[in-house]
C-alpha cells in the first residue's frame, strides 16, 4: 500500500511565507527556505511553493529562491505561481524543483499541460484547482488566487487535466481554504473515485482528525496543510505517529 503523505504549503510573497483566509488578509510566517528546511527535518514527505504574487518582476526572485531551497531542503518540493508558458516551468525545473503546479494558465490553455507532460513527463506536472462551491451547489474553478470565477467545473476539469498528462491533482477548497474547519470529504471522495492520478487534498486542515478523515473517508493520496503548522499547533512528527495509530499508513 502506497503510503499517505503529508505536505506543508508554504504561499510566498517576496521571499516571504505567508497565510490568510481565503487568499485574503496575508500575515507573515518566516523565511520560506529556513520554514521549509524545518518541516523537510521534522518528517515532512514534499513541499509545495506557491508564488501568489508572481508578477513577472518578482519571478526573478522567486528563482533564486527555488535554487536556495534546492541547495538547502533534501526532499523533494514543487513550485507553482505565474507558471504560463513549457519556458516557465523549464526556468524553475531547471533551477531545481522536483515538480511545477499549474492553474489559472492551465485554464486559459490547457495545452499547456500537454506541452509540459510531453517534454518533461506526467511525473512533473501538478495541475492545482481552486474551486469553490456555489448556490447551486456546482463547484466551480477559479483563477488568480481564486480572485475570478470560471466557467470550468471541478470534476470535469480534472478529468480533462488527466487525461492531457497531470500526474497529480491538487484540489484547493476556497470554501473552506485558511478556514481550519475540515476538508469537504464528500466531495474529496467523489473525486479520488473518478480519478486514476493522486489527488492531494487542501483547504481547511484544523486538527489531526481534519486530515485522518480527508486521508481515509476522502480517499485523498495526499494532505496538504498551512496554518497549524506555520502557527505551531502540531509538528509533522506528532501528527504522523497519531495517524499511525489510527492505521493510516504513513512514512515516520
Same mark, same amino acid.
Given at each position: 500500500m502506497v503510503a499517505k503523505?503529508?505536505?506543508p504549503c508554504l504561499d510566498v510573497k517576496g521571499g516571504r511565507t505567508v497565510k490568510g483566509i481565503n487568499f485574503e488578509g496575508l500575515r507573515d510566517v518566516g523565511d520560506a527556505v529556513e520554514l521549509g528546511s524545518y518541516y523537510a527535518r521534522s518528517g515532512a514527505d514534499e513541499l509545495v511553493y506557491l508564488d501568489i504574487s508572481a508578477t513577472r518582476e518578482?519571478?526573478?526572485t522567486f528563482t533564486s529562491l527555488v535554487e536556495r531551497i534546492a541547495d538547502e531542503i533534501n526532499i523533494p518540493f514543487t513550485v507553482g505561481g505565474g507558471i504560463g508558458s513549457l519556458e516557465d516551468a523549464a526556468r524553475l525545473l531547471d533551477a531545481g524543483a522536483d515538480k511545477i503546479s499549474i492553474n489559472s494558465a492551465a485554464i486559459a490553455s490547457p495545452a499547456l499541460i500537454d506541452s509540459i507532460a510531453s517534454r518533461y513527463g506526467s511525473q512533473f506536472v501538478v495541475v492545482? =484547482?481552486?474551486?469553490?462551491?456555489m448556490e447551486d451547489s456546482i463547484w466551480r474553478a477559479t483563477t488568480h488566487g481564486g480572485s475570478r470565477?470560471?466557467?470550468r467545473?471541478?470534476?470535469s476539469w480534472a478529468h480533462e487535466a488527466q487525461e492531457r498528462g497531470a500526474g497529480e491533482i491538487l484540489f484547493t477548497s476556497m470554501n473552506h481554504d485558511g478556514t481550519r474547519s475540515g476538508y469537504p470529504c464528500d466531495t474529496f471522495a467523489r473525486l479520488a473515485g473518478m480519478l486514476s492520478i493522486p489527488v492531494i487534498a487542501s483547504g481547511g486542515a484544523g486538527?489531526?482528525?481534519d486530515i485522518a478523515e480527508v486521508l481515509t473517508a476522502g480517499r485523498a493520496d495526499a494532505a496538504l496543510a498551512a496554518s497549524i503548522f506555520h502557527y505551531g499547533e502540531i509538528t =509533522?512528527?506528532?501528527l504522523k505517529r497519531q495517524l499511525k495509530q489510527m492505521n493510516?499508513?504513513?512514512r515516520i
Open positions: 503523505r503529508i505536505i518578482e519571478r526573478g492545482a =484547482i481552486d474551486a469553490r462551491c470565477p470560471t466557467d467545473e471541478l470534476f486538527s489531526v482528525a =509533522i512528527g506528532d493510516i499508513n504513513v
